[in-house]
Nanobody, 121 residues
Framework: QVQLVESGGGLVQAGGSLRLSCVAS????????MGWFRQAPGKEREFVCS????????YYADSVKGRFTISRDNAKNTVYLQMNSLKPEDTAVYYC??????????????WGQGTQVTVSS
């Protein structure tokens, strides 16, 4: 089992920045690809970005490319999501997930509880 706890969400004005963190406990963190997903009210959960086990590979949804950066520190069992130039449409609950290095929801086995990000216009 892997337990994931996100933090760092909040309310920010459009154009601002936030940094989300996700701390893992349980099994060896470096075994897992990590992903960030988000879900806005009334919408399905959508892929945001992912990072490979070593951190050498990353992939981003087109909607966040150039604005968001995913990184990880395997020594700290933590994955980060740096979000810059935030837009109101980025408003959602953000979830981190552990599993395969993938863009597909079904390839992740463990999920955090989510952290709310609200971007005001």
């Amino acid at each position: 089992q892997v337990q994931l706890v996100e933090s760092g969400g909040g309310l920010v004005q459009a154009g601002g920045s936030l940094r989300l963190s996700c701390v893992a406990s349980g099994r060896t963190f470096s075994w897992y690809g990590m992903g960030w997903f988000r879900q806005a009210p009334g919408k399905e959960r959508e892929f945001v970005c992912s990072i490979s086990q070593s951190g050498g590979l990353t992939y981003y949804a087109d909607s966040v490319k150039g604005r968001f950066t995913i990184s990880r520190d395997n020594a700290k069992n933590t994955v980060y999501l740096q979000m810059n130039s935030l837009k109101p449409e980025d408003t959602a609950v953000y979830y981190c997930a552990a599993g395969s290095y993938s863009i597909t929801y079904a390839n992740y086995d463990y999920w955090g509880q989510g952290t709310q990000v609200t971007v005001s216009s």
